[in-house]
């Protein structure tokens, strides 16, 4: 089946230690997003590429990278993790970006669970 | 400022009625409006979506209405069954970019 798979489902990792959280996907889809959505809150959309080209959104910190080495995979660099970034992180895919709504909907992986102890 | 609102944070419902969840947003400009289901421990799936220019879209059980004027949609659920209860997302975009999505509302469908 085509999807999202995101690894590892749950993280943890220590205060300052860099941390790096991987998203892969099968539905050759040209955009992929990193989400951080904490409890109870809206999926916060931190960047999203289409194709290789990045794009930032205003307020993601810097502490926050990301790398798509080819279509399929994608990976979110924490370079220095303090505990407000304790979060799920959601890796989602869309075929297209704007156009025609069915081409913007987006596929969702089951998230990375991070702990910042 | 948050452009797209689900002020409803839960919904009760008993199995077999009619579940409305109700979103409002702000930002005139938005093409498109989408609806997602989240289950515990997994990601968001997309469930139904509806383009601006029209004012409803139905499949199966869910019915999304939109109404540009009150810049609010609603996804109605009939009817109701136990497996529906999940986190409602709306997400709404343009056709230059990328969905916002809401705070989600959290239906419970009762045996």
């Known amino acids: 089946d085509a999807m999202v798979i995101q690894n590892p489902r749950y993280q943890v990792t220590q205060f300052g230690k860099p941390v790096t959280l991987s998203c892969s996907q099968t539905?050759?889809?040209?955009?992929m997003y990193w989400y951080q959505q904490k409890s109870s809150q809206a999926p916060k959309l931190l960047f999203h590429?289409?194709?290789?080209?990045?794009?930032n959104e205003a307020d993601t910190p810097d502490n926050f990278q990301s790398r798509r080495p080819n279509t399929s995979f994608c990976f979110l660099d924490i370079r220095s993790p303090g505990l407000g970034d304790a979060a799920m992180y959601l890796c989602a895919t869309s075929r297209e970006l704007g156009g025609l709504s069915s081409y913007n909907e987006q596929f969702f992986g089951p998230g990375t669970r991070l702990t910042v102890l | 400022d948050q452009q797209v609102k689900q002020n409803s944070p839960s919904l009760s419902v008993q199995e077999g009625r009619i579940s409305i969840l109700n979103c409002d947003y702000t930002?005139?400009?938005?093409?498109?409006f989408l609806w997602y289901k989240k289950y515990p421990a997994e990601g968001p799936t997309f469930l139904i979506s509806?383009?601006?220019?029209?004012d409803k879209n139905e499949d199966g059980r869910f019915t999304v209405f939109l109404n540009k004027s009150a810049k609010h949609l609603s996804l109605h659920i009939v009817p109701s069954q136990p497996g529906d209860s999940a986190v409602y997302f709306c997400a709404a975009g343009t056709n230059a970019g990328k969905s916002t999505f809401g705070d989600g509302t959290t239906l419970t469908v009762k045996p």
């Open positions: 509806i383009s601006s220019i029209k």
């Open positions: 930002n005139s400009m938005f093409d498109y």
């Open positions: 539905l050759n889809h040209n955009v």
């Open positions: 590429y289409y194709d290789k080209d990045f794009n």
